[in-house]
Nanobody, 121 residues
Framework: QVQLVESGGGLVQAGGPLRLSCVASGRTFSYAMGWFRQAPGAERAFVAAIRWNGGRKTYADCAKGRFTISRDNAKNTVYLQMNSLKPEDTAVYYC???????????????WGQGNQVTVSS
């Protein structure tokens, strides 16, 4: 059984940083990890993904240049460092995992509970 537990969300002012963490348990070794977000009234959208060895990272256009995904396999943890946050980044952020990864939500099998990020203007 795979479980993902996110932390690090909260309220931040526009322009500020925030780091999300996601701790995985279960058979996630060699799995890709992804971050998605869902704003009110919107569909869940891809933010970033990283292969199991950290060698390949993929970002949505909204995240390029501002967000950085990383992972520490010794701690079974994936991070999303978010800088220069904007009010439009406000959403519930989810981490997800699946062996091969991808940029679509339906490619992922396991999801965290979600973590609210609110950026004030």
């Amino acid at each position: 059984q795979v479980q993902l537990v996110e932390s690090g969300g909260g309220l931040v002012q526009a322009g500020g940083p925030l780091r999300l963490s996601c701790v995985a348990s279960g058979r996630t070794f060699s799995y890709a990890m992804g971050w998605f977000r869902q704003a009110p009234g919107a569909e869940r959208a891809f933010v970033a993904a990283i292969r199991w060895n950290g060698g390949r990272k993929t970002y949505a256009d909204c995240a390029k240049g501002r967000f950085t995904i990383s992972r520490d396999n010794a701690k079974n943890t994936v991070y999303l460092q978010m800088n220069s946050l904007k009010p439009e980044d406000t959403a519930v952020y989810y981490c997800a995992t699946v062996p091969l990864g991808g940029v679509y939500a339906d490619q992922y099998s396991y999801w965290g509970q979600g973590n609210q990020v609110t950026v004030s203007s």
